[in-house]
Every structure is written in structure tokens, then in C-alpha cells.
């Protein structure tokens, strides 16, 4: 039986950006760390986050009915509360807390992404860039603590990928591991956690490397946990059996992703891998709408980088000498594509 075609998808996306822009204010504003373990009164909270007394019902139940928010009973002395989801990912005393990246969503890719028309027209960045400003990497790399606080931001997205990553991947062929592009040092500390014969190497900017020094202080992994710094467009790769690049490759043109594939190559031993963890899009690129999004986002944040499907990392990979391929999918719209030497 042919169903009639409906509009409802098509109208659910096209509003999209409202549901977008009450979740991104509803963290940005710190409501569900504010909340914490508390159940409060609309009034209550509405005080507590300084909001018009116009806005508080609308706005804290349409987080309820968009499933971000609890409320025990109905009317003025309902009181809201967390939802399992929101007191782990969304309240900053949480250690599994994934704001900071929807901070950033809001504070700076909201309205860039309003300018895609123009970047798939022109092919050029729509960030701070096009308004005369510093690029981002440049401006983050020069003040210590904003570095700090966007590698917060990553460190909470990225961990569910590279847990993933420590549970399905076979370590045991394998004795040492260089983690490039390393920021908080993450993806060596969840791999140094579960794999004790592993010693790990994570390497990054030296203006990186006292954040990651820090990270793997607190985890008491310093014996097994090194950090080298340097740049991995003009410095060799320190060597390794595994080489991993966690979210690095998409961020660059052709020209330096192929670069930092036959840097890998180089410092590999034989039967050393290469392993991209990335929003890998599908290879007929008609599944994975995180994987292509995420892509036309590099446009708008660096004009010529982009994202890519297992097949494309295959055939660059094997250009510079690789000959066995694998994917493992890890978490969500993510996967892990591996290169053996």
C-alpha cells in the first residue's frame, strides 16, 4: 500500500532551528548545571537564570515537551528537573559533560552558518575570517585560557568516540602508540587506561602541551602517558607502532591530508596502522547527514577542508604505500578508519 507523500519531515527540518537555538540558550544560560539535582518551580528557576517573567513557561516547557527537561506535576508549582540525559551531558559537574561544544555552536556556528549561501558560491570561509578577524586556530593558540576552554569543548564529544575506540580495536599486535593532534591528551589516556602493555605518545602544538601535561597528571598516567610537541606539517612524526589522529585529517585540503598521511607512513614500522577517527560518510555518500554536514561546516570554517568516506582514506592511504584497510564504526555518526603498513 503506497502512502500519500507528507509534508511533516520536510516542515520538521525547516523549523529545526528553533528546537536548535532553545536547546544551544538553555546551555549557554548553564540551566541544567544550575539545576543540578534540584527540582524547582518555573518561578524558582526563572529567578535563578534572571528570565522576563513572559518567557519562563514557554521556555522551560518547551524543553519538557522536546524531551531535555523533567517536570514533576502541571501548572505554576510543577517543579522542573533533570532528565537522566541532561544531569549526565549537559551539567558541567558532570565528568561525561558534552556543553562546551554546544556553547560553541551557539556562540560562534549559529550565525556563520547563515552565511552558507555565500560559501557555496564563493568556496571561501565564513567565520571570523571573513570579518577581518584572526582565524580561529590563530586566535585560540595565542590566549592560554580560551585554548583551554575549546579543548574542553572537544574533549567532550570526542571521549564517547575514543572509549569506543579502547573497546573495539585490537591493541595487542601493538606496543607503542602516538596520538597526532593530541589536544588534552584523551584518546591516549582511554587507550593507556585499558591497554596496560600500550606507552603512549601525545603530540601537538607546544603551546598545547602544558594542558596535556596536566590531563595526564590527573589521570595518573605519567609513567605510561608522554607528551612531544611540534608542528605536523614541518616536523617528523615522533615513531610509533599506531599512529592515531582523532578529528585532524578532515580539517585540511587534500594537499596536507595526503602530507599527514605519508608523515604516518614514514614513521610507522612494517606492520605498524594509521587509524582516522572521523565523521566518516558513508562510500555512496547518500547515509551519514552528520558525516556530510560536518563537511559543508568546514567549508564555512576553513573554505578547502572537508570530510571523506572510507574509500576516499583508502585510496590515499594506499597511494603512500598502505595495503590493508579496515573501518570500525565507534559511536553515532563516527567511525574509525584504519591503514596497515
Given at each position: 500500500m503506497s502512502h500519500s507523500p507528507s509534508p511533516s519531515s520536510i516542515l520538521q527540518t525547516a523549523f529545526g532551528f528553533w528546537e536548535s537555538k532553545v536547546l544551544l540558550t538553555a546551555v549557554d544560560f548553564g540551566l541544567f548545571t544550575i539545576l543540578g539535582t534540584r527540582?524547582?518551580?518555573?518561578?524558582?528557576?526563572?529567578k535563578e537564570l534572571r528570565l522576563h517573567p513572559r518567557a519562563i513557561l514557554d521556555f522551560f516547557d518547551a524543553l519538557v515537551a522536546m524531551k531535555f527537561l523533567d517536570r514533576e506535576g502541571d501548572g505554576p508549582m510543577g517543579k522542573y528537573c533533570n532528565t537522566p540525559e541532561g544531569a549526565m551531558f549537559l551539567d558541567e559537574a558532570s565528568p561525561r559533560y558534552i556543553?562546551?561544544?554546544?556553547?560553541?555552536?551557539?556562540?560562534?556556528?549559529?550565525?556563520?552558518?547563515?552565511?552558507?549561501?555565500?560559501?557555496?558560491?564563493?568556496?571561501?570561509?565564513q567565520n571570523e575570517i571573513k570579518h577581518g578577524r584572526k582565524g580561529m586556530f590563530e586566535e585560540l593558540y595565542s590566549d592560554r585560557s580560551r585554548l583551554e576552554q575549546f579543548m574542553g569543548a572537544m574533549t567532550g564529544i570526542s571521549?564517547?568516540?575514543?572509549?569506543?575506540?579502547?573497546?573495539?580495536?585490537?591493541?595487542?599486535?601493538?606496543?607503542?602508540?602516538?596520538?597526532?593532534?593530541?589536544?588534552?591528551?584523551?584518546?591516549?589516556?582511554?587507550?593507556?587506561?585499558?591497554?596496560?602493555?600500550?606507552?603512549?605518545?601525545?603530540?601537538?602544538?607546544?603551546?598545547?602541551?602544558?594542558?596535556?601535561?596536566?590531563?595526564?597528571?590527573?589521570?595518573?598516567?605519567?609513567s605510561r602517558v608522554r607528551t612531544a610537541s611540534g608542528d605536523f606539517f614541518k616536523d617528523q612524526l615522533p615513531k610509533a607502532d599506531l599512529i592515531t589522529m582523532g578529528m585532524i585529517l578532515h580539517d585540511w585540503n587534500?594537499?596536507?591530508?595526503?602530507?599527514?598521511?605519508?608523515?604516518?607512513?614514514e614513521a610507522l614500522p612494517p606492520g605498524g596502522a594509521l587509524v582516522a577517527i572521523e565523521a566518516l560518510i558513508d562510500d555512496a555518500r547518500r547515509e551519514n547527514v552528520q558525516g556530510l554536514l560536518m563537511s559543508l561546516n568546514m567549508l564555512?570554517?576553513?573554505?578547502?577542508?572537508?570530510?571523506?568516506?572510507g574509500a576516499d582514506f583508502r585510496r590515499w592511504c594506499s597511494e603512500a604505500g598502505f595495503t590493508r584497510f579496515e573501518v570500525i564504526h565507534l559511536a553515532g555518526p563516527s567511525s574509525a578508519a584504519v591503514a596497515y603498513k
Open positions: 527540582h524547582l518551580t518555573a518561578a524558582e528557576l526563572g556543553g562546551g561544544i554546544l556553547i560553541m555552536l551557539n556562540s560562534r556556528l549559529f550565525k556563520f552558518w547563515n552565511d552558507l549561501p555565500e560559501a557555496l558560491r564563493t568556496g571561501r570561509p571521549r564517547i568516540n575514543f572509549e569506543a575506540f579502547s573497546e573495539r580495536f585490537d591493541f595487542s599486535p601493538f606496543r607503542t602508540l602516538c596520538d597526532v593532534g593530541g589536544a588534552t591528551g584523551l584518546l591516549s589516556i582511554e587507550v593507556a587506561t585499558r591497554h596496560p602493555h600500550l606507552s603512549c605518545i601525545s603530540f601537538d602544538l607546544p603551546a598545547v602541551e602544558p594542558i596535556a601535561k596536566k590531563h595526564i597528571a590527573a589521570a595518573g598516567l605519567g587534500l594537499e596536507k591530508k595526503l602530507h599527514l598521511i605519508r608523515s604516518a607512513y564555512i570554517e576553513f573554505g578547502d577542508a572537508f570530510d571523506y568516506s
